[in-house]
């Protein structure tokens, strides 16, 4: 079955950098798009963009253009999220899930990768 | 961005009673091309990822129980469990998909 398997927990200072993975499986890797959500405690889930690993191509949020990167390593089956400069905002919970297309909804998620960052 | 607002935030419910939790979007999530609402719902529940129950506003997700169903009416939006269960005590979320993606604030279902 789709199985899509994040990285560990990370304690980031602020202005620091957090990379987290997500290896998917079950699935051709390739013909759907991963995506990025966020969900801070107590706050609403935040979409932070999408990636379509066959070719590439992804879309931000508006909001997090220039400290976003969203990348994939085929070979892997594996998506990866990088966000820079880091604040105390940024501490949740970031979830992968798979698309079931460009700008749809998404019907498997990871289990969550939490990032906390405090000085 | 689009605005998605949830009404309730919070209800408490017995077992086996109805349950509407209801969604309001700022613009239309109705797309021009297909005619098709771009909403999805999600279930939540603590220290678990996002589960999907409906997309297309009303088009269930494989696994899921036919209690749970939705309709819309213009930007208006209603996810209703029929016969609430045990299980079913969790955060619900609704996401338009029409313009990139935003959640509303959330409702929590809890048994009475």
């Known amino acids: 079955q789709v199985r899509l398997e994040q990285s560990g927990p990370q304690v980031k200072e602020p202005g620091a950098s957090v990379k987290l993975s997500c290896q998917a499986s079950g699935y051709n890797f390739l013909k759907w798009p991963i995506y990025w959500v966020r969900r801070a405690p107590g706050q609403r889930p935040e979409w932070l963009g999408w990636?379509?690993?066959?070719?590439?191509?992804?879309l931000h949020s508006e909001a997090h253009r220039g400290r976003l990167t969203l990348t994939t390593d085929t070979s892997r089956s594996t998506a990866y999220m990088e966000l820079g400069r880091l604040t105390s905002d940024d501490s949740a919970t970031y979830y992968c899930?798979?698309?079931?297309?460009?700008?749809?909804?998404?019907?498997?998620w990871g289990q969550g990768t939490q990032v906390s960052v405090s000085s | 961005d689009i605005v998605m607002t949830q009404s309730p935030d919070s209800l408490a419910v017995s077992l086996g009673e109805k349950v509407s939790v209801n969604c309001k979007s700022s613009r239309t999530v109705v797309s021009t091309s297909n005619n098709k609402i771009h909403l999805a719902w999600y279930q939540v529940k603590e220290g678990q990822p996002p589960k999907l129950l409906l997309y297309w506003a009303s088009t269930r997700a494989i696994g899921v129980p036919d209690r749970f169903s939705g309709t819309a009416s213009g930007t208006d939006f209603t996810l209703t469990i029929s016969r609430l269960e045990a299980e079913d005590a969790a955060l619900y979320y609704c996401q338009q998909y029409y313009a990139t993606a935003t959640f509303g604030q959330g409702t929590k279902v809890e048994i009475k």
């Open positions: 990636i379509k690993p066959e070719t590439g191509v992804t």
């Open positions: 899930a798979r698309g079931a297309g460009a700008n749809f909804w998404c019907d498997n």
